[in-house]
């Protein structure tokens, strides 16, 4: 497991933890490579996400932009980092937040100009609310300028006040960067490793392992919720890598479901959509398990058709495949299955129980960055690229109507419904985590039970509280 080295260093009265000389070296090569890409004309401004209230002064945990960490490894609200290629001796410029005596007592020591300079590698910074005054020494003439506009609304009506709306002083073209971020996060490499990518999966895997083994009838999905969230608060993580799904019975069938509030019974399933952040990496990982702890025959049938859907996905991963081959394979699977079970009379009709897409992009945000097209055709998979693979079936009770609306008898759709009356509300997603490698795939999440005989086997140990 690899592990995120902090050093914890005593900075004033206050506690700060700041990036290791090892990740400082992470984070300079992200700067310097995508300087390569902008050119020595141009320059890149990236600002922090603002803070947001919760409710009346109650403030929402606080998560920096996910770009400006990737560059810069900087937590801080009210921050903007600059970086500018053409200036050998300011290539990376950092604003941040100005401490008062007050956010002294209240939050500890802020990183300061110092600490921007000594912790953070910047070759000179200044306070947020000088942004305005030092732009035209940002900027130094005519020249392209990388910002994306939508993400700090203060730090737009800078950047629209001095360059769009007083154009007469001068010409700046504004190019949104990205696009170019995006290439660099796309293909993950040993920095990503080192900054916590790997534990964060690890993590996850440890929480999923932990929740299955403790499920069983009677228990509310909020219990299950709790055994993830303590996982990965005991290991480290921070937050959830995004808000989680345990859905029981018909909420099984729900993709987003987030109430997480229902007592989960006997014969059910129990969908766990849940993953933990860590190093600002987010994991994403769906298992699907019986809540009594033994797969009923009608469970076991959709479990496996996804299984064996996700496999042959999974096993076909290598450089040079057309991703969207991926969803081909997985589909061919699921339409074959359906038609076989009688839930459809023609194959193109199995999207009625599948719902979404089958992949996605993975890292610094649990959708991450990057095209999935080039030039009008599917990407090709390259190494170091990660993803999910994610097939799902989900037999809700308003698939009859949506057969009748794609021109089904009636006739055919009393004979479906009889079929799927023991299938009703049975809802199996099954969701790994995938990494390209040079000569094939690794299965990044392979530590938890997949198998229908695997899962049952953990489940009959005991769980957490139960030893």
């Known amino acids: 497991m690899i592990r995120v080295v902090f050093l914890l260093l005593l900075w004033g009265a206050g506690l700060l933890a700041q990036p290791s000389p090892e990740l400082q070296a992470v984070f300079h090569q992200r700067r310097e490579a995508l300087m390569a890409r902008l050119g020595p004309g141009a320059l890149a401004v990236f600002p922090s996400r603002p803070v947001h209230l919760r409710n009346l002064d109650v403030e929402y945990p606080y998560r920096q932009e996910s770009n400006l ?50 912790f953070f590698g910047a070759d000179t910074a200044f306070y947020f609310d000088q942004f305005k005054d030092q732009l035209g020494w940002v900027m130094q003439g005519e020249r392209t300028l990388y910002y994306t506009f939508g993400i700090n609304p203060e730090v737009d009506r800078i950047i629209a006040g001095q360059l769009v709306e007083r154009r007469s002083r001068s010409n700046y073209p504004i190019v949104d960067p990205q696009p170019l971020v995006a290439e660099l996060r796309l293909i993950k490499n040993e920095g990503d490793w080192k900054a916590g990518f790997q534990k964060a999966i690890d993590i996850s895997v440890a929480a999923h392992i932990e929740a299955i083994r403790a499920i069983h009838p009677g228990m509310g999905e909020n219990e299950v919720q709790a055994i993830f969230q303590y996982v990965y608060r005991k290991n480290g993580s921070p937050r959830d890598a995004y808000p989680p799904i345990i859905g029981s019975g018909p909420n099984s069938c729900i993709l987003h479901y987030g109430k997480n509030n229902r007592v989960m019974q006997a014969g059910e399933v129990v969908l766990m959509d849940c993953a933990a952040e860590y190093g600002y990496y987010a994991a994403d990982i769906t298992r699907t398990v019986p809540v009594n ?175």
Do not use: C
Request: glycine share 8%; proline share 4%.
């Open 293 to 467: 702890g033994r797969f009923s025959k009608a469970q076991k049938t959709i479990y496996n058709l996804v299984l064996k859907a996700q496999e042959a996905a999974i096993q076909a991963v290598r450089p040079g495949l057309v991703k969207a081959r991926l969803d081909t394979l997985i589909e061919d699977v699921l339409s074959n299955g359906l038609l076989e079970l009688g839930f459809i009379r023609r194959k193109e009709d199995f999207s009625v129980y599948t719902l979404h897409k089958y992949a996605h992009w993975l890292g610094l945000d649990v959708h991450d960055v990057g095209g999935y097209t080039r030039n009008g055709r599917s990407i090709v998979l390259q190494p170091g690229m990660v993803f999910t693979v994610e097939p799902g079936i989900y037999v809700r009770p308003d698939v009859i109507d949506r057969l009748r609306a794609r021109g089904y008898s009636e006739e055919a759709l009393q004979e479906i419904a009889r079929r799927i009356e023991p299938y009703l509300n049975i809802g199996v997603r099954i969701e790994d985590d995938v990494l390209v490698t040079e000569n094939g795939h690794r299965v990044l999440t392979a530590g938890v039970p997949r198998t229908v005989e695997a899962i049952e086997q953990l489940m009959a140990q005991p769980g957490l509280g139960e030893e």
């Open 69 to 118: 960490y990737y560059l810069t490894g900087f937590e801080e609200p009210d921050a903007i980092a600059v970086l500018r290629p053409f200036d050998a001796r300011y290539r990376f410029v950092l604003f941040v937040a100005r401490q008062s005596p007050r956010s002294r007592f209240y939050e500890g020591d802020y990183a300061g100009l110092e600490g921007a300079r000594r």
